[in-house]
T-cell receptor
């Protein structure tokens, strides 16, 4: 079974600075997808970024980028120019290829952006 | 706005009761997933439907059931409710049953007293 670990329960960052959230996962699969979801105080789950394991190039989405290290099974999220609206719980998630029901979430990292 | 809608937003009920949560997927999405998010257990997959048929079951209790209707909306039925069923219930949808990204609805917050 796949597992996802987020070793930082809480983090804080000053507005406009950069922060990196860590995620590691355990799987024997070769084809899979990795995601970062954001859950602000409204509790809505919002997709931040997605990475296909077969792609070596790291995914980017505006101020959000990932560092995907397949061999190390590491998938960190970097937030640049942090904004107050980035304050949220961030979940790392794993999905085996062609297996939407096997969507495994990490325990989350609570990020606070400070003014 | 993800395009996935869920009703009601909040639900307060008593132990032993039965409730129904409703989800409408994004236009064009055939697959619906239900998740439970409680404080102590994170986000747990409950069940998946694809084009009206059950596709996969996760950690869903026997007291819970779901269905997906011809118009693709889905309902999650929770019966004989217990205090521990209090949680946030999310519905998500994707285009097919495979690896496409899942888009989440706003959730239904259930409180069992």
């Amino acid at each position: 079974a796949q597992t996802v670990t987020q070793s930082q329960p809480e983090m804080s960052v000053q507005e406009a600075e950069t922060v990196t959230l860590s995620c590691t996962y355990d799987t024997s699969e070769n084809n899979y997808y990795l995601f970062w979801y954001k859950q602000p105080p409204s509790r809505q789950m919002i997709l931040v970024i997605r990475q296909e394991a077969y792609k070596q190039q790291n995914a980017t989405e505006n101020r959000f980028s990932v560092n995907f290290q397949k061999a190390a099974k590491s998938f960190s999220l970097k937030i640049s120019d942090s904004q107050l609206g980035d304050t949220a719980m961030y979940f790392c998630a794993f999905m085996k290829h062609r297996s939407g029901q096997n969507f495994v979430f990490g325990p989350g990292t609570r990020l606070s952006v400070l003014p | 706005d993800s395009g996935v809608t869920q009703t009601p937003k909040h639900l307060i009920t008593a132990t032993g009761q039965r409730v129904t949560l409703r989800c409408s997927p994004r236009s064009g999405d055939l697959s619906v997933y239900w998740y439970q998010q409680s404080l102590d257990q994170g986000l747990q997959f409950l069940i998946q439907y694809y084009n009206g048929e059950e596709r996969a079951k996760g950690n869903i209790l026997e007291r819970f059931s779901a269905q997906q209707f011809p118009d693709l909306h889905s309902e999650l039925n929770l019966s004989s409710l217990e205090l521990g069923d209090s949680a946030l219930y999310f519905c998500a949808s994707s285009v097919t049953s495979g690896s496409e990204t899942q888009y989440f609805g706003p959730g239904t917050r259930l409180l069992v007293l």
